[in-house]
Structures are given as C-alpha cells and as structure tokens.
Nanobody
Framework: QVQLAESGAGLVQTGGSLKLSCAAF????MGWFRQVSGKEREFVAA????????YYADSVKGRFTMSRDSAKNTVYLQMNSLKPEDTAVYYC???????????????????????WGQGTQVTVSA
C-alpha cells in the first residue's frame, strides 16, 4: 500500500545533482532509504521533525542534504556529486518511534518505519 508520495525521479550524469521531495505528515522522524534490485533496503538520511536535526549514512555524508518544510508538510533530499553507485529506487518513510526524541541516536533500521512511499527511480550514468 502506498502511504506517502515521493517525486523527483531522474537520470543524471556522474557529478550531477538531483532533488527529491516527499509529501509527508507529522511524525517523530522521516527518513530516506534506497534499494537496488536484489539487495537490502539501505538507510540514506533521517530528520527529526521537532528540530530538523539530520543524520546521514557515511556513504552520502557531505554530498546529500535532507531538509523539511513543516508548513508544506514536505521533506527534501538534495543530492549532489552523484555517483553511479547512488543509482537506486529511493523511498521516503516515517516513524512515530519515541526512542530518539533527544540525544544523538536515530532510527536507521527500515523496520522502525511504519509508512512508506512508492519509491522513485534515480539513475546516475557515467
């Protein structure tokens, strides 16, 4: 069942940029994940809704930026310096877990997220 809605699918060259959007609703965290066919779903980034604090996988740190617009109920993933290994279907997800409302820990396990979008394809060519 599709519960959220991502947009921003695209084909870009190595080194290019792309911005994804996700229509959302209020939860404790929203996250971005990605998945390549035949592989496990991989954590990309998460944002704590209350204060906008963000968390990133090491593979994208310094290249990707997650943000939110509470007034528009929307989250974004700005992807820069894209590499072919970033090619995947990207998913937006939300969790209402209250285990991470303070401190430095954050939800990065997809099993912690209850609501998911349909996915949007990002392809990075050489």
């Amino acid at each position: 069942q599709v519960q959220l809605a991502e947009s921003g699918a695209g084909l870009v060259q190595t080194g290019g940029s792309l911005k994804l959007s996700c229509a959302a609703f209020g939860r404790t965290f929203m996250g971005w994940f990605r998945q390549v066919s035949g592989k496990e779903r991989e954590f990309v980034a998460a944002i704590r809704w209350t204060d906008g604090i963000t968390y990133y996988a090491d593979s994208v740190k310094g290249r990707f930026t997650m943000s939110r617009d509470s007034a528009k109920n929307t989250v974004y993933l700005q992807m820069n310096s894209l590499k072919p290994e970033d090619t995947a279907v990207y998913y937006c997800a939300t969790t209402n877990s209250r285990s991470y409302l303070s401190g430095s820990a954050y939800p990065k396990d997809p099993r912690e997220y209850a609501y998911w979008g349909q996915g949007t394809q990002v392809t990075v060519s050489a």
